[in-house]
């Protein structure tokens, strides 16, 4: 039987693996809150599919009313780093709480409690908006009023309309509306924007940021750069099971600032001759026609300022001058050498 | 609670707005509601309960495994079910509302059908009807628990396709669903008693055409219960909510598991064969239900009137009504009709006075002879015949009653049998010397099974008590001193009295065969219902035949035998030769026997009997002076003896009488009318009239012109069936 076997590992806060074989009462905990404590925590989590490391220690905190955002490649360990919070898959080891809740052992008062919005949510094409709605409000211990949901995710006047019938930014938004069924204080968003033409996404966009301003805990998946530097006060990148780097992304960016880029477009090629090895500069690399020069300083300003020189001792005229500061995108692509869209 | 009921409610929903369930549920069964009852005509009568049994099991099939297994795995396959997972609910609620859900989908067809099967076909609305709602919802939920679990154990919506058509096709062809069990070869007949499908369609055939309740069929209610809760509840622990999650090959082994209380009772019904015989009983009850109108026949009602032309209406076995001269409306009837014009119909002939269990002739010196096929073989050949009632007055107990509960429960098909048993006589008397040859341990056997010998006042009381107990229909008593220089002990008549006295308080018919005219005498002084043979020696006076005719005592010459034993030397060619007789004897016994005959080791054993062959004219005479002296007349033909065969012989035993001057009205009433009341079941049998049992016989011409004609079978119509003749003798 496919019954999901208790993990051997599961431990509980004040537990650590070491000390771990004696085998502890775990401790009921009745979430609260009112108590400071981050209603996110996630230490050493460990995770393996046979042979395969899926998770690899992973270490994070969210703190109540932040959007958290988690960036990776796909096989990266998001999503199974997601589901042990969710409480859908058991983990190894490390010790994961989720709104005071252990998910590994008290999965369904979990449940009542989160919200979810699924990557690809689906129903049968005939169920109707408000059946969706009335049925998985039936679900949970305390629901808020449908109707006022449906209302602010402007899908009252669709909401005798069957499924199989909405638009795919009306689909996601009843995904969410299903998400926000129980009013959860904390919320899972796996790439909520996936799919969607500009306008539906922008839509979502806004909805995110209403909830940010209700003060709820957002944990949002993305693929999107922008999404994740538009939405999130926090962003950690994952690759590999691992968080390779963690922070606001504006802080994240400035890991990089140093390497802002700098590109010199010339109206005819350069010389073949060495290129000049100018202050602060690295990876200087000339392009195939050699007319584009690209540069990556820790102080553009003066590398840009002995570049120019440079050209224009040569006799050449400058068609072009860029200066780039890094995206979330190019540090991820740095840190990881890979690309997010895969 | 509050999952539970959102749930079911969206289920009904969906499944209302789905165009596959509203056909698969409601639209099919009603096609082939339309096309079996067409098919089948059931208008006719009691084939549309059959037809209501086949079209609900057939629609319990598809929506359990196809609407809970199919939808199952859709939901899984199409990522609706992953949406669930992130909620608090398990997979409880989820299974339960599909039980429930299924359930109220089906109910509708349920009453639909009931409604049309009264209102269009008239079938009856059955006495059980909880039994039925209870049986139909229990299988409901156990195929909705067998869907489930074969959803579980799938993968992909091709596999449980593939698995789902591999029980669907068997339980719909091999389980009487779509054909009658009956008709299938053995080997399916074996696996059918491993479909729980079989269960159901006897379950509900039972209570349509038996008024079974739940608890005639507790193995097979038990067996579905059990089904239904180990389905939910492994289903429950094998739920995935997922595609992605896979499951082992080997978790197919649970299918095993939930159908465990099917494979037990496979076993147990393949090997008991309990089963098969209910579903055996049940096809009986089927081709017994139909509704005939024999019409344009001449009726001889049987107790002497004569109907020129007139129609019998047969319904559910019974005789409904007798039209005379004028035909009803055959149309409104809505019968099956049989044209009788020229031909004569009867009620099914009544042999008094056979031995079942010797087969007339000799078989094959070493060849196995087993009694109870041969016993079984006999009232297949009387029923051949048009003798739809036979009384056994001598052979095996057990094996009488036993043939007896098989016939009358209609799992084998040949003329109803009314059991003497043993028969009472004297140490060293008639009907011991079969045995004498007997090693002892078996001839011990075969005498407590055919004789009994009382040697007190007590045994003998004690003795007739025992055998109503066991059930006999009635007593027989042998009064037989031989002839030199044959000669046996007789009965004493002091125990005779007992005997009669006995039988007359546990009220059973007591008939005595006689040797001469001290045994008629003797029998009528102690009192009785009917005399065997009279006698063939001596003339019987006036006096005992006046007694006979005032006390309403039977007369059964039984001519045909001792006819029989004068032609023995002669090789029986003439008697063995005739066309009904070699209709139904074995032709290997008819040559074993001829050639005996004629042979020299004959000789010896003609010596025996032949006492026995000498007064034929004797009898004939006693039999005509009977008649005139108004005394009830029975046919019998003590068939069994050495060549008067089972079956052909009541006829010849007719012929024998009109030759020696009976009307033929009078020879056919006492193989008819007479022949019921000395058997007291002439409230049932015996008879053409309105609630009689519909035994008949039509023949070809007008046996009250010639007797002969009784030969000439044109139909034989038992209990409301028309028998397929020659296929009386393919039964196992």
């Not at chain 2, 044959?486 to 009220?507: G, H, K």
Request: a neutral charge; aromatic letters at 8%.
């Amino acid at each position: 039987m496919s019954v999901r076997p208790p993990s051997r590992f599961v431990t509980q806060f004040g537990e650590t693996k070491g000390i771990g074989r004696r085998k502890v009462q775990p401790e009921i905990q009745t979430p609260n809150p009112e108590v400071s404590q981050a209603p996110i925590q996630v230490k050493s989590l460990t995770k393996s599919y046979g042979n395969f490391q899926a998770v690899k220690g992973i270490e994070f905190e969210i703190q109540a009313g932040e959007v958290f955002g988690l960036l990776g490649p796909n096989g990266a360990g998001k999503t199974t780093t997601v589901e042990i919070l969710e409480g859908l898959r058991p983990r190894d080891g490390g010790l994961v709480s989720v709104l005071g809740f252990d998910p590994g052992t008290q999965s369904k008062q979990l449940k009542d409690r989160i919200g979810v919005c699924l990557q690809s949510t689906n129903f049968s094409a005939k169920l109707k908006v408000v059946e969706a709605v009335e049925m998985f409000g039936s679900f949970y211990s305390r629901t808020v009023n449908g109707e006022g949901l449906l209302k602010r995710l402007q899908l009252w006047e669709k909401r005798d309309q069957f499924y199989g019938q909405l638009s795919g930014g009306q689909k996601q938004r009843l995904a969410l509306a299903l998400a926000l069924l129980n009013d959860p204080q904390v919320l899972f968003l796996d790439e909520p924007s996936a799919g969607l033409d500009p306008r539906a996404r922008y839509e979502i966009h806004e909805l995110i940021q209403n909830l940010r301003r209700e003060q709820r805990t957002i944990l949002l998946t993305t693929h999107y750069i922008e999404e994740a530097e538009k939405l999130c006060d926090r962003v950690a990148i994952i690759d590999e099971g691992k968080i390779i780097t963690m922070g606001s992304p504006r802080e994240i960016q400035s890991h990089t600032l140093g390497h802002s880029i700098i590109e010199i477009h010339c109206d005819q090629p350069l010389p073949h001759k060495e290129i000049p090895a100018w202050n602060e500069a690295a990876k200087t690399t000339v392009s195939a026609d050699r007319k584009v020069v690209t540069v990556h300083s820790s102080h553009a300003a003066r590398t840009l300022v002995e570049m120019v020189k440079w050209v224009d001792q040569q006799n050449i005229g400058l068609a072009d001058v860029h200066l780039k500061k890094p995206s979330l995108e190019d540090v991820f692509i740095e840190l990881t050498g890979k690309s997010l869209r895969e | 609670m509050k999952a539970y009921l959102a749930l079911v409610k969206v289920d009904l929903k969906l499944a209302f707005r789905d165009k596959a369930v509203i056909f698969f549920n409601y639209l099919f069964p009603l096609v082939f509601f339309f096309v079996f009852a067409g098919l089948m005509k059931a208008e006719r009568g009691g084939t549309i309960s059959f037809v209501v049994s086949m079209v609900l099991v057939m629609g319990i099939l598809g929506n359990g495994l196809f609407g809970a297994g199919i939808r199952a795995v859709q939901e899984r396959e199409m990522n609706i079910l992953r949406r669930f997972k992130v909620t608090p609910i398990s997979p409880a609620p989820l299974l339960v509302a599909s039980m429930i859900s299924g359930w109220v989908i089906y109910m509708p067809v349920v009453i639909l059908m009931l409604g049309l099967a009264y209102f269009v076909y008239g079938m009856p609305i059955p006495a059980r009807l909880f039994s039925l709602f209870g049986l139909i919802s229990l299988g409901l939920l156990a195929f909705r628990a067998i869907g489930l679990i074969l959803a579980s154990v799938v993968n992909t919506m091709q596999g449980s396709q593939v698995l789902i058509q591999l029980f669907y096709m068997p339980m719909l062809f091999l389980s009487g669903a779509t054909f009658p069990i009956t008709i299938l070869p053995p080997w399916a007949q074996i696996i059918s008693q491993f479909l729980p499908a079989s269960y159901l369609v006897t379950g509900f055939q039972g209570i349509f055409f038996r008024n079974e309740s739940l608890s005639t069929n507790w193995s097979a209610v038990l067996a579905l219960l059990t089904t239904m809760i180990l389905g939910t509840f492994i289903s429950a622990q094998l739920f995935r909510w997922e595609k992605e999650e896979k499951i082992q090959p080997a978790a197919k082994l649970w299918v095993l598991v939930v159908l465990c209380p099917f494979i037990l009772l496979g076993g147990y019904q393949a090997h008991s064969r309990e089963h098969l015989r209910k579903a055996q009983i049940l096809a009986r009850d089927l081709e017994r239900s139909g509704t005939l109108l024999i019409r344009g026949a001449r009726i001889f009602v049987g107790s002497g009137k004569v109907i020129e032309s007139g129609a019998v209406l047969i319904k559910g076995g019974k005789i409904e009504e007798v039209f005379e001269g004028t035909d009803p409306d055959t149309k409104a009837l809505k019968a099956t009709v049989i044209e009788a014009s020229g031909k004569t119909l009867l009620p099914g002939l009544i042999d008094v006075h056979v031995h079942l269990g010797v087969p007339g002739g000799f078989n094959e010196p070493g060849e196995n002879h087993s009694p109870q096929e041969a016993m079984s073989r006999a009232l297949a050949a009387y029923l051949y015949c048009g003798v739809t009632t036979v009384k056994s007055v001598g052979d095996p107990l057990d094996e009488s009653l036993k043939l007896r509960t098989s016939i009358n429960s209609g799992e084998r098909l040949g003329a109803s049998l009314f059991v003497c048993g043993p028969m009472f006589t004297a140490e060293g008397g008639h009907g011991t010397e079969f045995f004498e040859g007997m090693p002892e341990v078996m001839k011990i056997m075969a005498l407590q099974q055919t004789v009994r010998l009382p040697k007190s006042v007590n045994e003998a009381r004690q003795q007739v008590r025992e055998l109503k107990a066991a059930g006999v229909d009635g007593i027989k008593a042998i009064l037989e001193s031989g002839q030199a220089p044959v000669l046996f002990n007789r009965l004493d008549v002091s125990l005779l009295q007992e005997i009669a006295d006995e039988c007359r308080i546990q009220s059973i018919p007591f008939v005595a065969h006689t040797g001469n005219l001290q045994d008629i005498a003797d029998a009528l002084k102690v009192g009785l219902n009917g005399v065997e043979h009279g006698s063939f020696r001596e003339r019987i006076p006036d006096e005992l035949l006046s007694i006979m005719a005032k006390n309403g005592v039977a007369y059964d010459p039984t001519l045909g035998v001792v006819e029989a034993f004068s032609k023995l030397s002669s090789g029986g060619e003439e008697l063995l030769s005739r066309s009904l007789v070699e209709q139904v004897a074995p032709a290997k016994l008819i040559q074993t026997t001829k050639t005996f005959l004629l042979s020299e080791k004959s000789i010896k054993f003609l010596e025996r009997l032949k006492p026995f062959g000498m007064g034929l004219e004797q009898g004939k005479e006693n039999l005509v002076r009977a008649y005139r002296a108004g005394v009830m007349l029975v046919a019998g033909s003590d068939a069994g003896n050495l060549l008067v065969m089972h079956g052909p012989a009541i006829h010849h035993e007719l012929q024998l009488w009109v030759w020696a001057g009976i009307p033929p009205g009078i020879a056919l009433q006492a193989a008819t009318y007479n022949a019921a009341r000395l058997l007291r079941a002439d409230n049932r049998i015996g008879l053409i009239g309105k609630g009689h049992d519909a035994d008949l016989l039509l023949v070809d011409g007008n046996p009250l012109q010639d007797i002969s004609i009784t030969e000439r079978i044109s139909e034989v119509i038992y209990k409301g069936e028309r028998i397929n003749r020659p296929k009386l003798f393919e039964q196992e």
